[in-house]
Nanobody, 128 residues
Framework: EVQLVESGGGLVQPGGSLRLSCVAS????????IGWFRQAPGKEREGVSC????????YYADSVKGRFTISRDNAKNTVYLQMNNLDAEDTAVYYC?????????????????????WGKGTPVTVSS
């Protein structure tokens, strides 16, 4: 059974940092494109950062460039999202996703090509 389980969310003050983790099971993460998405209350889901299994540059939404970093540890079958200098606009539920397609990360994150597998999400609240 394919599973993605996120952790690491919580309450953080503006300017603070969090690292989200996503542990994959039931498949080999190295063979999959991965991504982090978020959905804030009353807003549509947004692709935050994606990384293709074929390599190449990762995609970052303009709102997080320079602050967030996506990475993967294939030995641990785990994806990370390092989030720095957080602000209230980053408050959302963050979802990890994976897909066997090796297309450009841009297409996964911008919604042209959907991800096959999704976690249940971890909430992040940025507030003083």
């Amino acid at each position: 059974e394919v599973q993605l389980v996120e952790s690491g969310g919580g309450l953080v003050q503006p300017g603070g940092s969090l690292r989200l983790s996503c542990v994959a099971s039931g498949f080999t993460l190295a063979d999959y494109s991965i991504g982090w998405f978020r959905q804030a209350p009353g807003k549509e889901r947004e692709g935050v950062s994606c990384s293709s299994s074929s390599g190449g540059s990762a995609y970052y939404a303009d709102s997080v460039k320079g602050r967030f970093t996506i990475s993967r540890d294939n030995a641990k079958n785990t994806v990370y999202l390092q989030m720095n200098n957080l602000d209230a606009e980053d408050t959302a539920v963050y979802y990890c996703a994976a897909d066997p397609s090796s297309i450009s990360a841009y297409y996964h994150c911008t919604g042209f090509y959907d991800m096959d597998y999704w976690g249940k999400g971890t909430p992040v609240t940025v507030s003083s």
